[in-house]
Structures are given as structure tokens and as C-alpha cells.
């Protein structure tokens, strides 16, 4: 228990540091259609998380819902005196918890334990390609920063500082759904690229087909890929990657109930040799992931 602010540590020492605390909202914005960003006081995980990781929110004194909902690290930010001292999360408004999270004013506390799971590793390649559908985009603004080399995170150095492209490739059903605070990512030198299931903004289609331009048009040969978003997307990129060669990693959204691999509901299926389809096993998403290698994941529909 860290007794000056009220945070206890949740693991054993010499272990991955997971923290549980009551974070009050400091902001709580809305950002796009049912989009929000949200901005909550938890310094002890804003000093340790990663890319990649997430955490879990929990409304507080009350039962409905009973269980928390899992949030992908959207970015750190920082207290008057330059700390890490706040973890930002990016969210879609569509079911009975997070619309009620959505109504939320700032001076109100939540209860978040975190940092969980293992994040992205940070990129080899001299140039990295983010693939994200809907609110998928959602931990890209971390991993983008990190891999520019304008942005540290965590405890120990991983590698930043690297000079790289990095470039999004961002699908939406429409223009409406389009996160105001895009420019977050244009802003910290990303290139953003945009497409729409209608047409209304940006190329009129998926944001596999960009992924597939792209990988079409140039040298592969130092280029990492990097998806989240629905599985449909994730698993149509896995597929171009393998069959141009490129190496993926992608970010699944498996439900979850506790976080910490104690209810294993949250199993998906991974091969244990990427060159096996038949040879699998059942692992947590939110200890062994929610990053994997793209050719270890069981897609259902493939």
C-alpha cells in the first residue's frame, strides 16, 4: 500500500508492477460521434505503463455493472511539475457501462487497477504501419510517439529515440466518426491516412485495402505492421501480411471480466508454431496478450 496516495500494489515484488487505486477524472471529452477521451488522475500506472498495455475501470459504489471493462493506454500525460501523472483512454460509448462512464463530470473517481498485459514491442523496421478500424486507433497514439522518439514510457528504456516512418491507416464507417483530436497523431509526425465504408471522407472503402496499396507499392522489406479493431480487419491483415512477408502484430479485443488471469474468460486461440494451423492452445488475452504475433492467432472466420 502506498500510504501517500491512497494506491496498493496488487503484485509481489520483482514482478510486472500492477497497481489498484480510486483515479479521480480530471477530463472527460467527447471527441466523435459516441467517441470520448478520458483523462484520469493515476499516477503509479502513468509512471509504469507501456504501449500496448490497457487497464481496467470500474464505476464505483454500485453493482450495475458489476464488472470492469477493459481500455487501451491512449497516452500519458503529464502534472504541473512535468510528471507522469495521468493515463488518457479513448473510448466508444455503446454499452450500458461506458454509456454511463460518457456522463461522467471531472471530480468524479473511478476505480482502475493496471498496467495490464504486454503491449507492443517496440518496432525493428525503419518504418511502421498502424492499421486500425473504428476505435481501434485507440493505443496507436502511444505506440506512434514511442516509436517517432518524441514520447518515453514506462520504467526502463525501450529502445526510443530511433528515427522511423510511421504512418496510420485509419478506417471509419463515416466522416462522423472521425476523433477530433486526430491531429494528435499528424501533430507528433504521423501520416495519417483515412478511409470510410461510404465514401464521405477519405478513400472510399476498408483500411485493409490501404494496408494493401501500401504493401503493393513499395519495399517490404523493413516494414512492421502493427492492427487493432475489429477481428474481420485484424484477420484481413494478418492475411496480406503473411502473404507479403512483412511481419505483424496485432492487438485483440477479447472481452474480459478481471484483468489479471484468474477467470480465463477472456481465452483466445494461438498457435504455438506460426507454420502449424493445426497446433493450438487456449491463451488469456490479458496476461499472454493482447499482443501477438498475427501468425499465432486462430481467426474463427478464417
Known sequence: MDETSGWRLLTEPGHTEIWFGSGEIISNQQVGRDTFCLRVLSPRI????????????????TTDPLLGRLFALYD???DENGQRACVEIAYAAIGRMTRRLAVLPAGEKLEVWGPLGNGFPVPNGEELILVAGGIGYTPFLAVAKEALGV????????GEGRRRLV????????REYVPSDINRFSDSG?????SSDDGS????????DLLEQELDSNDNSNRVVYCCGPEPLMAKVAEICREKNVECFVSLETPMACGLGFCYSCAAKIRSNSSDADQWD????????????????VFEDR
Open 167 to 174: 504512418k496510420l491507416l485509419f478506417g471509419v464507417r463515416n
Open 151 to 158: 514520447a518515453r514510457y514506462g520504467k526502463v528504456n525501450r
Open 282 to 297: 487456449y491463451r488469456r488475452v490479458c496476461v499472454e496478450g493482447p499482443v501477438f504475433d498475427a501468425r499465432t492467432v
Open 76 to 78: 500519458v500525460t503529464p
Open 46 to 61: 502513468a509512471e509504469v505503463i507501456t504501449p500496448g498495455q490497457f487497464v481496467m475501470v470500474r464505476l464505483p459504489h
Open 190 to 194: 504521423v501520416q495519417v491516412v483515412l
Open 201 to 208: 471522407i477519405g478513400y472510399h472503402g476498408f483500411a485493409s
